[in-house]
C-alpha cells in the first residue's frame, strides 16, 4: 500500500523522529522518509521536494507550532491535501477541535505504540484513496470469491466497486475463522465480461444493515493491494461497463 509513499517527519526531537522513522520504514515500508527538525524547514522540503505524500509533524515544537505548520500546509494548493498526522501529548477537547478544524487527518497521542500509528496511517490511507476514486453500484449480480491468507474460502456479492476498493457482501462464516481487518486475501471476481483476480487488504468489516437477515451477513471492504496489468485492464472495462449499464455513484 505504501511502497511509492514518501513521508516527511517534522519533530524538534531527534528521538521522535527516528522512531516514526523506524515504523514508516520497517512496517510500513514507506519509499522514502524525509525529516526536519522544526516546520520552517518543513516547509522548506515542501517547497523543494515535491515528491512527498504524506506530513506526520509534533504539534508542541518551537518557533512555528504543529498547528500553525498544517494550516499553513492546507492553504497551499499544491500540498492541501496530503494526507496530515499531527503528533502531540496533549489530549484536550479544544485541541483536538483546534486540529479538526484546521484539517488535520488523524492526531496520535504521545505516548503511542507501533501499532496505534500503524493502525491510524492504515486507516488515513483506506480514507484518502476511497476518496479519490469514484465508486460504482453493482447493479448486476457479480459472485466474488474470497480466499483468506490462512485458507478459509467465502462466497460473496459484490456490492460496489472502484479501481482501488471492493466492497462485498458474505454470510458470516459458522465453524471457521473469521476475517479480520488488514486480513490479506485473494479475490475472484466473475461476470459477463470474464474473470478478474487480484491481492486485496481488508479496510473495515460491518454487520450488513440493509439485509433483513442482517445478524448473519457482514460486508467486507477491501483495499486493492496487488494487480497485474492484464487483470487491472478487465477491472477497469468492468467499471465502464457498470457506468454504461447504470451510472449510480457511491459517496
Do not use: C
Request: charged fraction near 25%; aromatic fraction near 8%.
Amino acid at each position: 500500500m505504501f511502497k511509492d509513499a514518501v513521508a516527511l517527519v517534522v519533530d524538534d526531537q531527534g528521538t521522535i523522529r527516528s522512531i516514526i522513522v523506524k515504523i514508516l520504514k520497517e512496517h510500513l515500508h514507506f519509499k522514502e522518509i524525509f525529516q526536519a527538525p522544526s516546520a520552517t524547514r518543513g516547509i522548506e522540503l515542501l517547497e523543494t521536494e515535491k515528491s512527498i505524500s504524506w506530513i506526520f509533524s509534533d504539534w508542541e515544537m518551537p518557533g512555528m507550532k504543529g498547528d500553525e505548520f498544517l494550516q499553513i500546509v492546507r492553504a497551499n494548493p499544491e500540498t492541501a491535501h496530503l494526507p496530515f498526522l499531527l503528533i502531540t501529548s496533549m489530549n484536550e477537547k479544544e485541541i483536538l477541535v483546534t486540529a479538526a478544524h484546521a484539517g488535520v487527518s488523524e492526531i496520535l497521542i504521545k505516548p503511542f505504540t507501533p501499532t496505534l500509528m500503524i493502525d491510524k496511517v492504515r486507516k488515513v490511507a483506506a480514507l484518502t484513496e476511497r476518496r479519490a476514486a469514484e465508486r460504482f453500484k453493482a447493479n448486476i449480480k457479480v459472485p466474488v470469491n474470497v480466499q483468506l491468507e490462512y485458507g478459509v474460502g467465502l462466497s460473496a456479492s459484490l456490492d460496489n466497486i472502484s479501481e482501488t476498493g471492493i466492497l462485498v457482501k458474505t454470510q458470516i462464516p459458522k465453524n471457521m475463522r473469521a476475517p479480520y481487518v488488514y486480513n490479506e486475501a485473494g479475490l475472484t471476481l466473475h461476470g459477463e465480461y470474464g474473470v478478474v483476480q487480484l491481492r486485496a487488504s481488508i479496510v473495515r468489516i460491518e454487520v450488513d444493515q440493509s439485509s433483513q437477515f442482517s445478524h448473519q451477513f457482514i460486508v467486507l471492504a477491501f483495499h486493492i493491494s496487488e494487480i497485474d496489468y492484464k487483470n487491472r485492464e478487465k477491472l477497469q472495462a468492468f467499471i465502464e461497463t457498470l457506468k454504461e449499464k447504470a451510472p449510480e455513484l457511491v459517496n
